[in-house]
Nanobody
Framework: QVQLVESGGGLVQPGGSLRLSCAASGFTFSAYAMSWYRQAPGKEREWVATIANIGGVKLYADSVKGRFTIARDNAKNTVYLQMNSLKHEDTAVYYC???????????WGQGTQVTVSS
């Protein structure tokens, strides 16, 4: 049974930090690129960051570049999103996604709420 379980969300003040985690099970984690997406109220889900399965390639949306860091621990089947200098506009439900291109396979987590507010 495939599972992606996000954790680490919560309420934080502007300028603060949070670290999200996404624990994977039920598939070969090291074979999948991992990504974080977010969806704010009334908006479409948007891509935040991606880390390759191996090789360390990391990509970021312009809106989070320099503030967020994606990382993975293949021994723990976990991907992380370190979020620093948080802004009100970072408020959203954050989702992790696993993707393998061949054969195309994608899995999504259930999301974790991040609220940035004073």
């Amino acid at each position: 049974q495939v599972q992606l379980v996000e954790s680490g969300g919560g309420l934080v003040q502007p300028g603060g930090s949070l670290r999200l985690s996404c624990a994977a099970s039920g598939f070969t984690f090291s074979a999948y690129a991992m990504s974080w997406y977010r969806q704010a109220p009334g908006k479409e889900r948007e891509w935040v960051a991606t880390i390759a399965n191996i090789g360390g390639v990391k990509l970021y949306a312009d809106s989070v570049k320099g503030r967020f860091t994606i990382a993975r621990d293949n021994a723990k089947n976990t991907v992380y999103l370190q979020m620093n200098s948080l802004k009100h506009e970072d408020t959203a439900v954050y989702y992790c996604k696993a993707r393998r291109p061949v054969p195309l396979t994608e899995y999504w987590g259930q999301g974790t709420q991040v609220t940035v507010s004073s």
